[in-house]
């Protein structure tokens, strides 16, 4: 095997682990928190301004869907298709060596996927960081949520600023499904 297709592989796999990683530190603090707090139990970080508060929610972000008894259900193919998709996409970015792109889906891929065995495994999802700003309280989230987010904010920024990057690797996927049709 000659080294550009070692090296490919070798970044491939380093994203797959990296994305596995951060699934279980997710799924272990969760545990943690579950461990240690009971439901609603409040432990002051920074008082007045960052708690850990233990919840839990049936739905997605901001609660969306926790009202429907089909959300979970709902929620959980989404997340699985994404994280599928996402998975893919890395693997497609690690494969051109594009480490922005691929570390942008590794962390959305791990948020999708943390999440995931939350709500297939119990039917919702372990939330516990919040924060307070006076009398307005951010809505509580997790570890997934944060990959997911810092994820999202990476690949808007490598769209941004890495327009040829994104680019090349856009003509990529392209390139993939004209030699597949």
């Known amino acids: ?6 090296n490919t592989l070798a970044l491939k796999s380093f994203f797959a ?17 579950v461990f240690n707090m009971q439901l609603f139990d409040k432990k002051d970080i920074i008082p007045g301004f960052f ?21 979970i259900t ?7 298709v994404i994280g599928t998709v996402i998975m893919l996409l890395m693997f497609l970015a690690a494969h051109n060596r594009m480490k922005m792109l691929s570390v942008s889906f590794c962390l959305i891929a791990a ?9 297939f495994s119990l039917k919702y999802v372990i939330d516990f960081l919040r924060f307070d ?5 951010f ?3 997790n570890f997934a949520d944060i990959c ?29 499904f004209k030699k597949n049709a």
């Open 1 to 6: 095997m000659n080294d550009k297709k070692t």
């Open 139 to 141: 809505p509580i989230f």
């Open 51 to 71: 708690s850990l508060y233990y919840v839990v929610n049936t739905g997605s972000a901001f609660s969306f869907l926790a009202d429907k008894s089909w959300g």
């Open 111 to 119: 948020g999708a996927y943390g999440n995931l065995i939350d709500r």
């Open 74 to 80: 709902v929620l959980s193919i989404v997340s699985l």
């Open 133 to 137: 700003f006076g009398t307005y309280t």
């Open 148 to 176: 997911a987010v810092v994820g999202t904010i990476l690949f808007v920024l490598v769209i941004l600023f890495g327009k040829d990057e994104f680019d090349n690797y856009w003509n990529s996927v392209k390139g993939l």
């Open 17 to 33: 682990f990296l994305t596995l990683f951060l699934v279980i530190a997710d799924q272990f603090i969760k545990k943690a928190v």
